[in-house]
């Protein structure tokens, strides 16, 4: 038997409450729905967070005693491998719409193995692609921006650039060298440093957690601000607070630039590792050029001309950014917390 006022924000991830999960969160304490709405949180660090009236955290064991009575499930990352009943609401809320091939594009043999009622799409494009990569029906997909993007569109005062721009940077994770820098050895940040030095740029590079860069001593620069990802997750930073505040933003394979696009600003995507990396994990769409509105970079001039395009104001890229943005994001309006509550019916229309 479901209760109607129970709700269930599940994550297995030993990186913190945050992401999607974290944004529905903070928007049903904000609009007081935990008055109404029994909350169980259910974490890895259950035991280190504080909570208001009528939240609970929970261990991931017990989430599966507490699944069978919630009317609403939030998955973020992981999942309970029960399949939802009939009058019970459980969505699946993926951390970023993919470029990179993930779940049944690199392995088809799992038919039928989803456990939600919904899965988000943020667009209309990636319909068929999340329903191949969940092993699930379209008719499952829906079609409702990220809940975190909502952050995009009010906090543009978050971090503090003393008068400079603010160029984020964030590589992804490559399996095939796991402390892969995009066109930049290690030894060489300095030298970047320096050049972002006469352009007025402030830098800030966060390493992918996987990457084993993490394990090595940074050294203090001026005009980079490199973070490990231990680091950017003592200091309680918030990855999309920081994206609303940026200038520009430097990537290459990762879904984060998909929700940049919301704020229309530049985009630039380092490729010198293309063919391996297509080799290696492939993408989901056949032309990935189709859906990469920006800059690309090949080498560390590249990079830097991008740096002095971003300090100039020179921004060649517009008209394709918002060809894409309507591809890739059906909504823009930042209120994707409220849609999805109402689309499941925590919210009343």
């Not at 049903?28 to 280190?48: R, V």
């Not at 049944?104 to 494009?125: C, E, M, N, Q, R």
């Not at 009010?154 to 892969?180: A, C, E």
Request: glycine share 4%; aromatic share 16%; hydrophobic share 35%.
């Amino acid at each position: 038997i479901k209760k109607e006022n129970i709700v269930l924000i599940y994550s297995n991830s030993t990186g913190g409450f945050r992401d999607n999960l974290k944004a529905v969160y903070d928007y049903m304490i904000e609009n007081k729905l935990n008055n109404k709405y029994k909350i169980y949180c259910s974490l890895i660090e259950y035991k280190s967070f504080e909570t208001p009236v009528n939240v609970k955290t929970i261990s991931n064991i017990k989430a599966i005693y507490y699944f069978l009575f919630s009317k609403y499930v939030f998955y973020g990352y992981g999942k309970l491998p029960i399949k939802p009943s009939k009058n019970q609401k459980v969505i699946s809320m993926f951390h970023g719409m993919p470029l990179k091939k993930i779940g049944g594009y690199l392995d088809s043999t799992k038919i039928h193995d989803y456990f939600f009622t919904y899965a988000l799409a943020s667009g209309k494009v990636f319909v068929p692609v999340i329903a191949k990569a969940f092993y699930c029906p379209i008719e499952k997909i829906m079609i409702c921006g990220y809940p975190r993007n909502d952050v995009l569109f009010k906090n543009g005062n978050y971090y503090p650039k003393n008068n400079k721009k603010l160029i984020l940077w964030l590589p992804t994770y490559r399996d095939y060298q796991p402390d892969y820098l995009p066109v930049f050895n290690f030894q060489e940040i300095e030298k970047l440093d320096k050049q972002l030095s006469e352009v007025n740029i402030v830098l800030l590079l966060k390493l992918h957690e996987n990457n084993t860069l993490n394990n090595l001593d940074i050294p203090k620069l001026k005009n980079i601000i490199f973070y490990k990802h231990s680091d950017f997750m003592k200091a309680s930073l918030d990855l999309y607070k920081l994206l609303a505040c940026a200038d520009a933003l430097i990537t290459d394979y990762s879904s984060v630039y998909f929700d940049y696009l919301l704020l229309d600003r530049p985009i630039a995507f380092t490729l010198d590792d293309l063919n391996m990396y297509k080799s290696d994990r492939g993408f989901v769409f056949e032309n990935i050029f189709e859906y990469m509105p920006g800059k690309k970079i090949y080498n560390q001039k590249d990079f830097f001309d991008f740096c002095k395009e971003v300090a100039n104001g020179i921004d060649d890229y517009k008209l394709e950014r918002k060809r894409v943005n309507d591809l890739v994001n059906y909504y823009k309006d930042g209120n994707n917390c409220e849609r999805l509550l109402k689309n499941i019916g925590i919210i009343n229309n």
